[in-house]
């Protein structure tokens, strides 16, 4: 059975709300985007929103929460393979599953809008959380040392910059040595 199938109406409703937000703020970020837009996404009254999240914070905090969801699902499905332990080889895996994950860029915008609305506490601290989550997850299933999850961590930040900006290796000289051995599919 689905986890959906188990869901009552409000929590279907409060899923398709987050989805809708995560659509939405990715577009325009937390300070562009009204919860009517959201609330036109997921086709409910920007008042239900409401009831469902005290808040435009709250709001953006669980598409944060979510995105991060997404993102230890694809790092776990990354890292698989029955009996690998070399624990560069299972971040390698991850790194390509993360990469897949943000061909299309939802997920990344809404991490990206997350450091520019940094200023309110809330959104800061759940980024934090985001973060602590995908790197404890990154050293527990690589078993990788610190050094190897930092620079784990460090190039899936360089590919969100490369991702953002579109940089490609035939832009010049400076975008080969930045995009060098950085995979990334086709963006959706």
Not at 11 to 39: M, N, Q, W
Not at 138 to 167: K, M, N, P, W
Request: hydrophobic share 45%.
């Amino acid at each position: 059975m689905s986890r959906r199938a188990t869901l009552s109406t409000a929590e279907l409703r409060r899923e398709a709300v987050v989805d809708a937000a995560i659509d939405e703020f990715a577009r325009t970020g937390y300070h562009g985007t009204p919860i009517t837009s959201v609330a036109a996404r997921a086709s409910i009254s920007p008042a239900y929103v409401f009831k469902l999240f005290p808040g435009k914070v709250s709001l953006f905090v669980a598409a944060l929460d979510r995105a991060f969801e997404l993102i230890e699902e694809a790092l776990s499905a990354g890292a698989s393979r029955p009996g690998e332990t070399d624990p560069d080889a299972i971040l390698y895996r991850m790194g390509g599953a993360y990469a897949e994950l943000i061909a299309d860029n939802r997920l990344l915008m809404v991490q990206v809008h997350a450091q520019s609305a940094a200023d309110i506490p809330e959104i800061a601290a759940a980024m934090r959380n985001g973060l602590e989550r995908v790197t404890a997850f990154a050293a527990e299933r690589s078993g990788g040392s610190a050094e190897q999850v930092q620079r784990f961590i460090a190039y899936g930040q360089l590919c969100h910059l490369i991702t953002t900006l579109d940089i490609d290796a035939s832009a010049g000289e400076w975008a080969a040595m930045l995009t060098q051995g950085i995979r990334h599919p086709n963006r959706m």
